[in-house]
């Protein structure tokens, strides 16, 4: 695993922002969204997120957390900029493709400049992230292509009791699944599994235009994609983290959330049909046999 430093500026105390008269509201950074009935820009200011998945949707989630004023990110992932990526990721540009760098190096470096945001890039596979990574965030999101990384930090995000928010896309098609560990009865993304999902689970789509080839030879389909979907996506997704932010010290307090800004998504996956402008949600019930959500601390 190899960690790099941070881009962007530290959440200290020279970051702080001054309390603004009349004549220079329009000075504040944030002034907008703090005009929002709930909204606590002080601990949005003082999180730390550990988003796994630098592709199109982990470029839409970092420029949505970092646009909103996001203390610290952790971003996750290990694969190269290829040229197929450009025209759905915001933070890569023409002279990225086929350099050294890795995709997660090159949006913490170019999503600094969209705010104050610290952006700390991992280049490494999920399962060797160190354990006070973990420790240091508040919350957990996956931006991923493969079923089987996403039980990977569905697993690791309940054992360190972190709510977790997961986005999936398929060409016309997405969906946002929230994982809350301290609600009650609450599942996970293993708990739903069908058959069909482990049969699944090895597979990786390609979104870069190069196919991948398993060791035995068979070489997986491509996977569509497009920007307007990826956009919707990570916009819900973002907004289920802030929602969690600014909720879940009163619902680990009382059990309700921020009536102001509402709960997440939670018991429930959201589903987007965009060729029937279309919102659903499903049902999920928890496994009382699930090994990830059961687990022994």
Not at 223 to 228: L, R
Not at 246 to 275: A, C, H, M, S
Request: net charge neutral; charged share 25%; hydrophobic share 35%.
């Amino acid at each position: 695993m190899v960690e790099h430093k941070g881009y962007g500026g530290a959440p200290g105390a020279d970051d702080d922002i001054p309390i603004l008269g009349v004549e220079s509201i329009n000075q504040d950074l944030f002034d907008r969204q703090k005009r929002l009935k709930g909204w606590d820009q002080e601990k949005i200011r003082s999180s730390t997120v550990l988003v796994v998945g630098a592709g199109a949707t982990g470029n839409e989630l970092v420029k949505n957390l970092t646009l909103m004023g996001i203390g610290t990110i952790y971003l996750v992932d290990f694969d190269n900029v290829d040229r197929s990526n450009l025209n759905r990721c915001v933070f890569f540009k023409e002279k990225d493709v086929g350099k050294t760098q890795f995709k997660a190096e090159i949006v913490a470096r170019n999503a600094m400049e969209y705010g104050r945001t610290r952006i700390l890039p991992i280049v490494s596979k999920i399962e060797d992230v160190k354990e006070d990574i973990y420790k240091a965030c508040n919350a957990t999101a996956s931006c991923l292509d493969n079923m089987e990384a996403r039980l990977q930090i569905n697993s690791f995000s309940y054992y360190y009791d972190l709510p977790f928010v997961d986005s999936g896309i398929d060409g016309w098609y997405g969906s946002i699944f929230c994982v809350v560990p301290q609600a009650k009865d609450c599942p996970c993304i293993q708990c739903s599994m069908s058959s069909q999902d482990l049969d699944n689970m090895f597979k990786k789509f390609s979104c870069t235009g190069q196919e991948i080839a398993k060791e035995e030879g068979f070489t997986e389909m491509k996977m569509a994609n497009i920007i307007t979907t990826t956009s919707i996506i990570g916009a819900l997704q973002a907004q289920q983290i802030v929602k969690i932010l600014l909720g879940i010290d009163q619902f680990k307090k009382d059990g309700t959330w921020n009536e102001k800004v509402g709960p997440p998504v939670y018991g429930k996956e959201l589903r987007y049909d965009g060729t029937k402008n279309l919102f659903t949600f499903i049902e999920k019930t928890r496994n009382p046999n699930c090994w990830a959500c059961n687990i022994k601390k």
